[in-house]
Each structure stands twice: as C-alpha cells, then as structure tokens.
C-alpha cells in the first residue's frame, strides 16, 4: 500500500450517529491535514497535525473531533452531524508543516449525512 | 472574497484540442503556486509547481505559466485527450508555513 489511504470510501449517516473516518499515510510524512470539500467551493482546511501535535483548528464545530495517534494515522470522529455537513473529506499529509513541501492527498470519503 | 479566482468555472472540449484555463490570486506574500488535478472521486494530484522566479513549467502536455506582477497563472492542455477530463485546482501558498488558498477548480470535459 503506498501514498495516502482512507476508509470509507463511502459513508451515509443519520444525525443521531457516530462514526470516524480514517486516514492513514504510507511516506514517512510528519504533518498530516483534513480538509472539506463542498461541490462548488474550495477546498476548506480543517485540522492541522504536524509531529502528531494539532496546530490548527480552523474554526470546526465540535461535532467534528481529530485524532493523531502517530505520524502516520489520522482519524475524524463524527457525532451529530447535520446536513450541510455532506461532502467530500480529504486527508492529506506533506513532509512537514514548511514550503513548499507539497501536500499529497487521499482519495477522500463522501459523507451523506441524512 | 476568495483570494484564489479560476476561470471558466467550467468548459466541454473536443477530444484532440487545447485548451486554456486561468488563475488569479490575491495571496502575500507569495510561495509558490501549483496547479493540482482532481479525477472524480478521487483526491487532487499536483501536476506543477511554479517559485516567483519561474515563468513556465511543464508538464507532459500540461503547461503552466505564472506572472507573478499580475498575480495571475494559466494551465494550457495540448491535444486534450478523454483523461484529461477532471477538475484543475489552482492552489497558492503564502509564506513559510504551507498554509495553501484554494480555488474553486476548473471542470473540464473532453468529448469524442
């Protein structure tokens, strides 16, 4: 398995739920990264780990919970979600936080929240 | 204001032709800029990477090229062909901490 991996690849769940979604980097990487991406609109950053430690917490609601448990696994914790919450959840990582090491990116799971 | 601005939003092209598609940005101070590609379903991979001191970048058919007095960049596609097909992202990168402004994308659709 090489690069950067996500499971599931697909996922649909009610507002009362809670699941997590995986991420998991084969490239010897320190900082790894979720994103958002909403059809039409860019991707939006969300969480920030580098050296297993959060720095960055772009304003994401509490619904949405990261953890590191090493450099090379991320996950994203999901507990009543809403709607508006559906869309693509790209994981990335980059070799560390600094320029311009470039971010490479997963496949991304689709959440469909009901 | 998105401080990453792509044009056309969208654009169907005839297998075999070029096409063009543009990048403006708002972002200081500058790092560099990379055009990304997105298949459906799938996550963006970069395809170039330009410095403020580079003008042009290519690769296999995709050309890139960056003004970076006018802040603006443009992806050319030659001889598109059926896998050409994805959304082309235009990120840039301010300062020291890789901290990336996206753009909305550009959809591309080749046909037969």
């Known amino acids: 398995e090489t690069g950067v991996t996500q499971t599931p690849r697909h996922l649909v769940m009610g507002m009362t739920n809670k699941k997590s979604l995986k991420c998991e980097q084969h490239?010897?990487?320190?900082?790894m990264y979720w994103y958002k991406q909403s059809a039409k609109k860019p991707l939006e950053l969300m969480f920030v780990?580098?050296?297993?430690?959060?720095?960055e917490n772009n304003s994401v609601p509490s619904r949405f919970s990261p953890e590191c448990p090493n450099s090379s696994h991320l996950f994203l914790h999901l507990h009543t979600l809403q709607p508006e919450d559906s869309a693509l959840y790209l994981c990335?990582?980059?070799?560390?936080?600094?320029?311009?090491?470039?971010?490479?990116f997963g496949p991304g799971t689709r959440l469909t929240v009901l | 204001k998105n401080q990453v601005e792509q044009s056309p939003q969208s654009l169907i092209i005839l297998e075999g032709k070029n096409c063009t598609l543009q990048?403006?940005?708002?972002?200081?101070?500058?790092?560099?800029l990379r055009w990304y590609k997105q298949d459906t379903g799938r996550g963006p991979v970069s395809l170039t990477i330009?410095?403020?001191?580079?003008n042009t970048k290519s690769n296999g058919r995709y050309t890139a090229t960056l003004d970076a007095d006018t802040k603006q960049s443009s992806l050319h596609i030659t001889a598109s062909q059926l896998s050409d097909s994805a959304s082309y992202i235009c990120v840039v990168s301010a300062g020291g901490n890789n901290r990336l402004a996206f753009g909305k994308g550009n959809q591309v659709v080749v046909i037969p």
């Open positions: 490239l010897g990487h320190n900082a």
């Open positions: 990335a990582s980059s070799q560390d936080r600094g320029s311009p090491n470039e971010q490479f």
């Open positions: 780990y580098n050296f297993k430690e959060q720095t």
């Open positions: 330009m410095t403020f001191s580079e």
């Open positions: 990048c403006n940005y708002t972002v200081s101070p500058f790092s560099n």
